[in-house]
């Protein structure tokens, strides 16, 4: 049994799976729950000013029957009041004291108000703090959320008027609704936070409805840009995870990995790319939150398949695998191979191929049943025919190198060597 | 042992006669299954549905919510898709090539996806076909079954105007009388028929017999060409003595009494034997059980390697409680009074192969005697040969001869369906419709 404990700025926890700031941790009575079921820690839904929501609050994408594939809400920060909120959370330190409890903040914007709200939390027993910088909705137009976060020089600054009164653990969320998350990313660790957390919703519209003509979440008769997460945002945060893990600034503080984490293999992938914990929602607010027993178990059984006896020894591993484009070998050449035992004749290699590839891919007519069979000297080895197939492992990529020394762009370049074969 | 009708009360009828094709009780339900298509190319379904629908396309046009274009797809492939989804044999079809078979995975339930979008379009009657301009010219069809409807259909579609000539009240064919009524209801063959003339330019005129009301060389003078879609006739005689007994059945008689009188006005013995094993004999051997036979015995010459009826509908016969003994021919019928009593077989083995493939039974010297008080013929059709015989058309065994343009030997006479292939299924006679009304097309132009 491999040891899922989680150190994250000396907040301890059983496991590394946290539930986000969100409407599932906005209090106590979803909370117990969180924990009970085993949840390692929850990040307290943001506080602030007191707010008023709407009605109609989420939308969704499906996607061939999947639900819920992209998720998006239109929720401001915690609508209820502050004193409820700190009591609650005192209450849950006090039920479950081996759970971290981070409270997630967004004061309003000035100095005062920040020390304030910090000082009230901090006497809850909470163990840490996440400043959100990254709310996309609401929030911004007055002045808050993504609106500090869009900008380092802000962003910096309110992190150092937290880090005057702050005596728990800083974490910096920052908003994905920008260019690059690096420069915010460098300006609070400068401006002193302990750590950081990403990504939050990317701003969006999931979709119009063709009766009415209104996008989604509709509310009487308009609607607003969401927030964006769920199983469809975590390409983009892995790779927005990646940036702040090789950037030399921000390098040098834990992250806590957030975007479309569902399952513990979203979680390791997170995790292998510098993540040294997750936080979940869209997947809990699906399922509710019993899927973290297969979070832990899975975790533990892949951990004791590998060799690793704690999360230290995987977390960032794949980091340096992320490299430039300029520095990948043009020597590696693969070729696509169809095994015909395992082959079902649906033909979406060839049309994939024939279409909009490289013509790779040849047909022999049968009744019903049509042969596909690989063009080797055609195949450039893209992936494609591997990728639509339906089928595990009946289409593999076979290495056939063009050369047996690694060759960079730079240096085919320099050599003059001859461009395109195809 | 006697035989009896009105055996059950009505509520019995009611069930026993229900639609075993319940539709997907939602969208979602419907989106589940149509999800999981692949979307094969040069999909091997369409490339074994005799009409070629495009199986991957209707399906994929149902999970955008786009029924209607999901319903033309199939229709204007076969104008019967909707009866088709209900009768066709699938499992040896389309869904029996369906590639997830070779995954060992249920295939994709393909004849209820295409239920899910035929249903709506002829229930909410939507106008998915329009017809061109007429042209002036007239064709006449004989026989208002799948060939009949399908050629009228796609020559009206061309502004052809046609005048369909039916011997029956109905239109519809063997869909309509000679397919055991729990596999497609009455009503939904008659909304069927009515949907496919709502093109218009279909003229049916009901209670006309080629040979007796209206003859061949009339139609060819009031029209620019004949189709001659006349299926196929009575049941195949046994030649065995006690043939002429009372409780002696024609299956083809008993399924169309079935549907035209109504469950209880059909008589149906204690304990009935049904000869034969293809769809006609499940169909009949099923539905002499669920009007009330106890004991229905299905006897078949050779062994279930052989049989023609497919699986699915030997475990549907199974499932009713029907017995079955392979490897048993009839021999001679006995009879008291007039009247069925017993019918003895004799026990068969398989020899060489015949000119279908399939080893032939031949007899061992042992019988078996069953005693029953009805039996139902269920040996294979025979076409109209004297008909066939006195309107001067070129044969086979009664089966009308035409060429590669579905031409018979008289120019200007178009012929399809059973009538030319002794018996097929009804998908195969929507396709001869339209491979005649393209020779049509193509004779009317050239003229």
């Known amino acids: 049994m491999a040891d899922l404990s989680a150190n994250f700025l000396g907040i301890k926890s059983p496991n590394p799976f946290w539930l986000a700031s969100a409407p599932p941790t906005d209090k106590q009575y979803n909370v117990l729950r969180a924990f009970e079921a085993g949840w390692g820690g929850v990040v307290w839904k943001t506080l602030g000013s007191q707010v008023k929501n709407v009605s109609s609050r989420y939308s969704a994408v499906e996607f061939n029957g999947t639900k819920m594939m992209g998720f998006n809400n239109i929720e401001l920060i915690s609508d209820r009041p502050l004193d409820i909120n700190l009591r609650e959370i005192a209450e849950c330190v006090r039920l479950f004291p081996d759970r971290a409890m981070v409270v997630s903040l967004m004061a309003d914007n000035s100095r005062e108000k920040w020390h304030e709200l910090i000082a009230q939390v901090e006497d809850t027993g909470a163990h840490g703090l996440e400043l959100n910088f990254g709310c996309p909705h609401g929030m911004t137009e007055r002045g808050m959320g993504a609106a500090v976060g ?43 936070t302990h750590a950081l957390s990403l990504i939050n919703t990317i701003q969006s ?76 929602c869209t997947a809990v607010m699906k399922h509710g939150f019993r899927i973290v027993e297969d979070m832990i178990d899975g ?73 596909y069979s690989i063009k080797e000297d055609e195949c450039v080895g893209c992936n494609l025919c591997k990728l639509v197939c339906p089928v595990d492992s009946c289409i593999t990529m076979v290495e056939q190198r063009k050369g047996d020394e690694y060759l960079n762009w730079k240096e085919f370049q320099r050599r003059g060597l001859p461009l395109n074969d195809h | 042992m006697s035989i009896l009708n009105n055996r059950l009360t009505n509520e019995q009828y009611e069930q026993n006669f229900s639609d075993i094709h319940p539709p997907f009780d939602s969208r979602e339900a419907a989106l589940v299954e149509a999800n999981r298509c692949l979307f094969c190319y040069d999909a091997p379904c369409t490339k074994s549905c005799p009409t070629s629908i495009d199986v991957p396309k209707f399906i994929k046009q149902i999970t955008t919510d786009n029924v209607k274009g999901s319903a033309f797809t199939i229709l204007d492939a076969n104008i ?47 106008p998915l076909f ?72 279909i003229d049916i005129i009901y209670g006309q017999e080629l040979g007796r009301t209206i003859s061949l060389p009339e139609l060819q003078a009031s029209y620019d060409a004949v189709y001659l879609g006349i299926g196929v006739g009575v049941a195949r005689q046994l030649d065995i003595p006690g043939e002429e007994l009372t409780g002696v059945e024609d299956a083809i008689r008993f399924i169309y009494d079935i549907r035209e009188l109504g469950y209880p006005s059909v008589p149906v013995g204690d304990k009935v034997a049904v000869i034969g094993l293809g769809m006609t004999a499940i169909d009949a051997a099923t539905q002499a059980k669920r009007l009330g036979a106890s004991e229905v015995t299905i006897v078949y010459r050779r062994t279930q390697a052989e049989m023609p009826s497919t699986e699915v509908e030997l475990n549907l016969a199974k499932l009713d409680g029907c017995n079955l003994i392979w490897l048993a021919s009839p021999k001679e019928i006995k ?98 419709g339209k491979d005649g009304a393209k020779a049509i097309l193509n004779f009317i132009q050239s003229e």
């Open chain 1, 205 to 280: 519209i999931t979709g119009v409805d063709l009766d009415t003509f209104v996008p989604n979440p509709y509310v009487a008769g308009k609607s607003v840009y969401g927030g964006y997460c769920g199983p469809a945002v975590k390409p983009i945060a892995l790779k927005m995870l990646t940036t702040i893990a090789q950037d030399p600034v921000t390098a040098h503080v834990p992250v806590s990995g957030i975007g479309g984490v569902s399952t513990w293999k979203d979680a390791v992938e997170f995790m292998l790319l510098g993540a040294s914990n997750v936080q979940v």
């Open chain 1, 299 to 371: 975790m533990n059984n892949w951990m004791d398949e590998k060799g690793f006896k704690t999360l230290d020894d995987f977390i960032g591993k794949s980091v340096p695998t992320i490299t430039h484009w300029e520095d990948l070998d043009i020597n590696y050449h693969i070729v696509a191979n169809i095994d015909q035992d395992k082959c079902i004749h649906c033909g979406l290699c060839y049309i994939a191929c024939e279409d909009t590839s490289h013509q790779s891919i040849s047909l022999t007519y049968g009744n019903p049943y049509n042969t």
């Open chain 1, 150 to 192: 869009q900008d380092p020089e802000i962003a910096k600054m309110v992190v150092e008027w937290v880090m005057e009164k702050a005596t728990i653990p800083v974490i910096t969320k920052l908003t994905p609704n920008v260019h690059s998350v690096v420069p915010t990313g460098r300006a609070s660790v400068e401006g002193g």
């Open chain 2, 130 to 201: 329009q017809r061109k301009p007429s042209v002036g010219r007239k064709v006449a069809v004989v026989g208002a079954g799948p060939a009949g409807l399908s050629c009228a259909h796609a020559l009206s579609r061309e502004g052809v105007d046609v005048t369909i000539y039916e011997k029956e009240s109905k239109g519809g064919g063997l869909m309509t009388y000679g397919i055991a009524a729990y596999k497609v209801t009455p009503e939904f063959c008659e909304e069927e028929v009515e949907f496919i003339t709502s093109l218009g330019g």
């Open chain 2, 335 to 432: 009879g008291e009074n007039g009247r069925v009593t017993q019918l003895i077989c004799n026990v068969m083995e398989l020899g060489v192969p015949d000119t279908s493939g399939r080893r032939s039974p031949v007899e061992t010297g042992k019988t078996i005697t069953l005693d029953v008080d009805m039996v139902i013929k269920a040996a294979g059709q025979v076409p109209y040969e004297a008909l066939v015989n006195t309107n001067q058309l070129t044969h086979w065994n009664g089966k009308v001869a035409i060429d590669s343009y579905c031409t018979t030997n008289i120019p200007g006479v178009f012929a399809g369906g059973d009538c030319v292939n002794g018996g097929k299924e009804v998908v195969d006679a929507v396709q001869a």
């Open chain 2, 80 to 126: 019967m898709g909707g009866g088709c989804s209900k009768v066709c044999p699938v499992e040896k079809l389309c869904e029996g090539s369906c590639v997830f078979n070779l995954m060992d995975e249920p295939p994709i339930p393909i004849a209820k996806l295409q239920r899910y979008s035929t249903e709506k379009a002829i229930a909410n009657k939507w």
